[in-house]
């Protein structure tokens, strides 16, 4: 049985590795490693500026990272300390990279997408529903939650 999925604190924990990551191979500003993220989240997953820029200034006070300004722009590059630091936790990426992936199966192949939408309904609804149907929603998510729970169950025991 593999372990559970990384957990939301531990991917926000992680970033700064996956910033690493995207600067392993080549110098970049700090637009371009949005988008480098984003490409291996295949557009799915698009980090702001609000976590980039203070993410970098963090590696840049660890001395993990350099800069240099080029016209308007800081160039960041990847310092020998921060790939020493990201080959310490390239697992830590790797799992993150490893859960974007079955989050995409998820979404594609089993309708991850009509579910959240009918969340999405439902949270932006709630407060319209009257206690009948507030039970009637439980009990259509607790028998959801029971037969996923069986379905993995025979899987996970083999």
Known sequence: ??????????????????????LRNKPMHGYSIM???????DGKYIPSPGIVY???QLLEDLGLVESKTEGRR????????GKKELEKNIDVVEEMLLYAKEI???????G??????AISNLIKNFSRLDEE??????????????AINEILEGVIEQ
């Open 1 to 22: 049985m593999r372990d559970p999925p990384i957990s939301v604190p531990r991917i926000r924990g992680a970033f700064k590795y996956l910033v690493l990551y995207v």
């Open 35 to 41: 988008q480098e993220i984003s490409k291996l989240f």
């Open 54 to 56: 203070p993410t970098l």
């Open 74 to 81: 800081k160039i960041y590059v990847i310092t020998e300390e």
């Open 104 to 110: 995409k199966t998820f979404f594609e192949e089993l």
């Open 112 to 117: 991850g997408a009509e579910l959240v939408r």
């Open 133 to 146: 149907h507030k039970q009637k929603i439980r009990e259509a998510l607790e028998s959801l939650a029971r």
